[in-house]
Nanobody, 115 residues
Framework: QVQFVESGGGLVQPGGSLSLPCAAS????????MGWYRQAPGKQREWVAS???????IYTESVKGRFTISGDNAKKVVYLQMSSLQPDDTAVYYC?????????WGQGTQVTVSS
């Protein structure tokens, strides 16, 4: 079930920056983890970054130093700040959060990096 509302996608030139916000819709359970995934056309969805309250955010190797995840588990919001974007970053980006019993996904937003 789609539980998040996300936005901020679009077309950006290589080397550019983009910010993705995502907010929970109807999920009221306690959130233990929030993060971002992405899926390129014809490819499997891959994990990008995770935000754990009280812990250091973690990232997949390909985005380290370029992407920053932030959020508030209590408010059920998560953000992804992307910089130095590359064509390989082109994908549909999905926000995600985890409760004790379920995983919830945003509807996805398209990010296209091209000149």
């Amino acid at each position: 079930q789609v539980q998040f509302v996300e936005s901020g996608g679009g077309l950006v030139q290589p080397g550019g920056s983009l910010s993705l916000p995502c907010a929970a819709s109807v999920v009221l359970d306690t959130v233990y983890n929030m993060g971002w995934y992405r899926q390129a056309p014809g490819k499997q969805r891959e994990w990008v970054a995770s935000y754990h309250s009280g812990s250091v955010p973690i990232y997949t190797e390909s985005v380290k130093g370029r992407f920053t995840i932030s959020g508030d588990n209590a408010k059920k919001v998560v953000y992804l700040q992307m910089s130095s974007l590359q064509p390989d970053d082109t994908a549909v980006y999905y926000c995600h959060f985890q409760t004790a019993n379920e995983h919830y996904w945003g509807q996805g937003t398209q990010v296209t990096v091209s000149s």
